[in-house]
């Protein structure tokens, strides 16, 4: 093999490798347009997540809202829940002197 030859196939090779990044799979384009995707979907996940906590402190909000209505239902207005008894102890009056 001379030299000729060897360069031709070293640049065979060279055409080879540059064909499959163009346009085999996983070629720059391809690649390209799964990062701009990727970069989108990672968007939207920061959206969603966004909102997720929103409406987990709205839940939050809310279950603290009806513990405060219901202790104060409670306390206020003598409310019991099925199956509950209410006991309510009156403090012994002394009479005055």
């Known amino acids: ?6 360069a031709l196939l070293l640049l065979l090779l060279l055409l080879l490798i540059h064909v499959q990044l163009w346009s085999g ?3 720059l384009s391809e690649v390209a347009s799964m990062r701009a995707e990727l970069r989108q979907q990672q968007e939207a996940n920061a959206r969603a997540r966004a909102a997720n906590e929103l409406l ?3 839940v939050q ?3 603290q809202g009806l513990d405060i209505v219901e202790e104060k239902a409670r306390s206020e207005l003598g409310m019991v829940k099925p199956g509950e008894v209410y006991v309510e102890v009156v403090p012994e009056r002394r009479p005055r002197r």
């Open 1 to 6: 093999m001379g030299s000729r030859t060897v």
């Open 25 to 27: 799979r996983g070629n």
């Open 56 to 58: 987990q402190a709205e």
């Open 61 to 63: 909000d809310l279950r």
